[in-house]
């Protein structure tokens, strides 16, 4: 064989044999990743995924009850989603926030995976800087714990223990699950210490870069799929990406948004808001949700038909968007699915019943 020839067969090999191999995690986390990209984009036309979140932990007059779910209760089906919190994990407490033990989260979201559901995390992390709930909207936070800050190495043992956690999202036999991760979010809003009142988009994009290249490069979490998730505040392609970390770091783009959906305009403030979200997913081949939205206390009975379901109407959110997540029943003084017994109980079991609205059969069926 010519010299030359076989130089340029030496280089092709050596090129995939370093970075073809480096794609692949050896526990197979790179695969799970895409396996749970796929499932969504399959989806996609058929039907939304329906999200709740903690269902399988407790709802209204019930906590840690085998099997039990609010969703369940009303609409006959678990949902496909489940949302979990992790606030409090960065600082080492053995329950989170909301005072969901950490080992139950592990063992209820590695059964949702088992059981063909996905699960999705939020994070309300406390400050690394002293400790302040998230909900510190003055606080100024980002600059000190992004590299070269002073509290930065802090920040990095917040990040460990959060791998720690997220490292154990494996089934029986070692393997991985995929799983959503939500950080950040809300940030185009000033309640959070991450919020647009105390972090400029560029300290807040590099915080995004370092969490997610962190977990995923330095803990070897390629099984985690992350989602980015303004609030309400954009009205335009270029204003939804004001924080966006970029295409490496991010695989779903998002929104969340309680506030439009109060009042009968609203219904079309959220339409062109999630038609510039499916934008940006088509323009950046990311898949789009509805990553957070509800009424507190389903006070308008019938908002799961005539507010979130004219929502989905609309045929280019009915095409585009994977999935939408209502909030979590932690009381019947905060709760945003309706109980057995609720005026809204029936409404809410309409819009689930919808075959364009996927609870966990009905998902789960789809990859048959
Ligand atoms: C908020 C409320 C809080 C909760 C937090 C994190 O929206 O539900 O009660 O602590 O989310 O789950």
Redesign the pocket.
């Given at each position: 064989m010519n010299q030359v020839i076989k130089i340029a067969i030496l280089t092709v090999w050596v090129f995939v044999m370093l970075f073809g191999c480096s794609q692949k995690h050896s526990d197979g986390s790179q695969s799970t990743k895409n396996e749970l990209l796929q499932r969504l984009e399959l989806a996609k036309g058929k039907g939304l995924l329906f999200g709740h979140?903690?269902d399988l932990a407790y709802g209204i007059g019930w906590s840690y009850v085998d099997g039990e779910s609010d969703v369940k209760r009303v609409a006959g089906d678990y949902p496909s989603l489940f949302g979990w919190?992790l606030?409090g994990v960065e600082s080492g407490h053995r329950v989170?926030?909301?005072s969901v033990p950490f080992q139950t989260i592990k063992d209820l979201a590695v059964k949702v995976h088992l059981e063909g559901g996905i699960n999705t995390f939020?994070w309300?992390p406390f400050s690394a800087i002293d400790e302040a709930s998230s909900w510190s909207g003055d606080s100024v936070v980002v600059k000190y714990i992004i590299p070269g800050g002073s509290f930065h190495a802090q920040f990095i043992q917040h990040l460990n223990r959060l791998a720690d956690f997220l490292k154990q999202l494996k089934t029986v036999d070692g393997k991985a699950i995929p799983f959503i991760f939500r950080p950040w979010h809300e940030m185009d809003g000033t309640w959070f210490w991450w919020g647009s009142k105390t972090s400029s988009p560029d300290e807040l994009k590099e915080l995004f870069r370092v969490t997610v290249n962190y977990l995923r490069h330095e803990k070897g979490l390629t099984n985690m799929v992350v989602a980015y998730s303004p609030d309400r505040f954009f009205s335009n392609e270029e204003e939804y990406l004001t924080w966006y970390p970029g295409d490496d770091v991010i695989d779903i783009v998002g929104m969340d948004n309680y506030h439009d959906l109060k009042c009968d305009s609203g219904v079309n403030e959220v339409i062109k808001k999630l038609h510039v979200v499916i934008q940006v997913a088509k323009t950046h081949q990311k898949l789009a949700a509805f990553t957070e939205t509800g009424c507190s206390n389903v006070f308008d009975a019938v908002w799961f038909t005539q507010k979130l379901g004219l929502v989905l109407n609309d045929s280019l959110i009915n095409e585009d968007v994977s999935y939408v997540m209502v909030?979590?029943n932690?009381s019947t003084n905060?709760f945003f699915f309706p109980y057995p017994g609720h005026a809204a109980e029936s409404d809410a079991k309409a819009f689930l019943d919808r075959s364009d609205v996927l609870l966990l059969n009905e998902f789960v069926e789809l990859g048959k």
């Amino acid at each position: 064989m010519n010299q030359v020839i076989k130089i340029a067969i030496l280089t092709v090999w050596v090129f995939v044999m370093l970075f073809g191999c480096s794609q692949k995690h050896s526990d197979g986390s790179q695969s799970t990743k895409n396996e749970l990209l796929q499932r969504l984009e399959l989806a996609k036309g058929k039907g939304l995924l329906f999200g709740h979140q903690d269902d399988l932990a407790y709802g209204i007059g019930w906590s840690y009850v085998d099997g039990e779910s609010d969703v369940k209760r009303v609409a006959g089906d678990y949902p496909s989603l489940f949302g979990w919190e992790l606030g409090g994990v960065e600082s080492g407490h053995r329950v989170n926030l909301d005072s969901v033990p950490f080992q139950t989260i592990k063992d209820l979201a590695v059964k949702v995976h088992l059981e063909g559901g996905i699960n999705t995390f939020s994070w309300h992390p406390f400050s690394a800087i002293d400790e302040a709930s998230s909900w510190s909207g003055d606080s100024v936070v980002v600059k000190y714990i992004i590299p070269g800050g002073s509290f930065h190495a802090q920040f990095i043992q917040h990040l460990n223990r959060l791998a720690d956690f997220l490292k154990q999202l494996k089934t029986v036999d070692g393997k991985a699950i995929p799983f959503i991760f939500r950080p950040w979010h809300e940030m185009d809003g000033t309640w959070f210490w991450w919020g647009s009142k105390t972090s400029s988009p560029d300290e807040l994009k590099e915080l995004f870069r370092v969490t997610v290249n962190y977990l995923r490069h330095e803990k070897g979490l390629t099984n985690m799929v992350v989602a980015y998730s303004p609030d309400r505040f954009f009205s335009n392609e270029e204003e939804y990406l004001t924080w966006y970390p970029g295409d490496d770091v991010i695989d779903i783009v998002g929104m969340d948004n309680y506030h439009d959906l109060k009042c009968d305009s609203g219904v079309n403030e959220v339409i062109k808001k999630l038609h510039v979200v499916i934008q940006v997913a088509k323009t950046h081949q990311k898949l789009a949700a509805f990553t957070e939205t509800g009424c507190s206390n389903v006070f308008d009975a019938v908002w799961f038909t005539q507010k979130l379901g004219l929502v989905l109407n609309d045929s280019l959110i009915n095409e585009d968007v994977s999935y939408v997540m209502v909030w979590r029943n932690a009381s019947t003084n905060h709760f945003f699915f309706p109980y057995p017994g609720h005026a809204a109980e029936s409404d809410a079991k309409a819009f689930l019943d919808r075959s364009d609205v996927l609870l966990l059969n009905e998902f789960v069926e789809l990859g048959k």
